[in-house]
């Protein structure tokens, strides 16, 4: 017999990560991405992927470890964190997805940055939830989108996060559908 066909997106926290964020970035996933999700723990020491020098994580050694240790039911793995992500060729990234692959990540480290005054909550999660609709955009294929107002668009700072919307745009939409149809059910 055949195991059963990928069809539910996990997130997984990695370390301490606000349940009210959990749950809303599951929310969201299940909103734009209409799948069924589930919250499990794969990684329990995310030590391997620590820099002593940079004191930061990388995100790209926690996105092999995340794939392989997806399990066979799902169809794509979110990782979500506080941590402070890099990659070697950038100072940080919000997040990092394998294109067209099975995981990414993102974090709220540098999301939650607002100089002069204590960023509101609502601000947060609203650029988590466009971070996390744009890092698992990209492992189904899309990539960066010209639009600014569309989630796939591509922002170096929060700021610039604050002014996409929470819509993807008709043409990212289109190609974000044939990639879940050819996923399957
Ligand atoms: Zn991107
Ligand atoms: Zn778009």
Redo the contacts with the bound molecule.
Sequence with gaps: MNPPAASCILLTPLGAFEEELLAAAGDEVRRVFGRETRTVGLLADIGFARDPVRGQVGSTPLLERLAAACPPEALKVVALTEEDLFIPVFTYVF?E?QLGGRACIVSTHRLGVAPGFPLPQAALRSRLLKEVV??LG?TFGLR?CPDPTCP?H?CRSARDVDRKGGELCRYCRILLNDALARAGP
């Design positions: 997040g997805a744009h890092e990209h960066h796939m591509y």
